[in-house]
């Protein structure tokens, strides 16, 4: 089984409407992260979580929330869709256990914003 | 200001035709380095961390190293199947949660 998992892989939304994707993890990491991948940008910080009651925005939080539910669960949030969102979405993890601290990524989702 | 930049963006290579690509960086301090491999529509695969200059990692085909300044992915006698992106990300020392993504290096290796 996989490390990190995401839900949906894919995803199909109108404009204004509230989506939520999901992250889940079997790694015992305490850090998770949430990134968006466009064409020629590379990944963009959204948010991140150091732990369940430590969360931060990243670079381009706007129009984007998250929840961290459970050590292992960490979910965002677009309070109302608008198609320049539309773009790969990775969820991360990472071990402050760790000395250099390696991320690990989940299958990530595609999201499509009409 | 931290900075990743890999060379070169694009590279096609023959099978069995041996090559490097680039990572190079400015931070004021290194926490680590690290490569991934992805492939179209799918997350990054973790491949190495490197820690310090001089440090060198390999797996399969693959060898990673680091200077101060840059570090290399070196691919020997590459296969159809390692065509994909490779990513180059730094960790600094400064500020806990950063990680700084260079915009990658896309191979295509053909038989």
């Known amino acids: 089984d996989a490390d990190v998992t995401q839900t949906p892989r894919n995803r199909i939304t109108k404009t204004g409407k509230r989506i939520m994707l999901e992250c889940s993890q079997t790694k015992g990491h305490d850090r998770m992260y949430w990134y968006r991948q466009d064409p020629g940008l590379g990944l963009r910080l959204i948010y991140y979580s150091f732990d369940v009651k430590d969360i931060n925005k990243g670079e381009i939080s706007d129009g984007y929330s998250v929840s961290r539910q459970a050590q292992a669960k960490f979910s965002l949030s677009l309070e109302s869709a608008i198609p320049n969102q539309t773009a790969l979405y990775f969820c991360?993890?990472?071990?402050?256990?760790?000395?250099?601290?390696?991320?690990?990524f989940g299958p990530g989702t595609r999201l499509l914003v009409l | 200001e931290d900075q990743v930049t890999q060379s070169p963006e694009a590279l096609r290579l023959q099978e069995g035709e041996s090559s490097s690509l680039n990572c190079s960086y400015t931070?004021?301090?290194?926490?680590?380095l690290f490569w991934y491999r992805q492939d179209p529509g799918k997350g990054p695969e973790f491949l190495f961390t490197?820690?310090?200059a001089g440090e060198e990692k390999e797996k399969e085909r693959l060898k990673a190293t680091l200077t101060k300044k840059e570090s290399f992915l070196h691919i020997t006698a590459p296969k159809p199947e390692d065509s994909a992106t490779y990513l180059c990300a730094v960790k600094p020392t400064s500020g806990t949660y950063k990680y700084i993504f260079g915009t990658g290096t896309r191979l295509k290796v053909l038989a």
């Open positions: 931070v004021s301090g290194l926490r680590g």
């Open positions: 991360a993890t990472s071990d402050t256990r760790t000395g250099a601290e390696t991320q690990y």
């Open positions: 490197l820690y310090s």
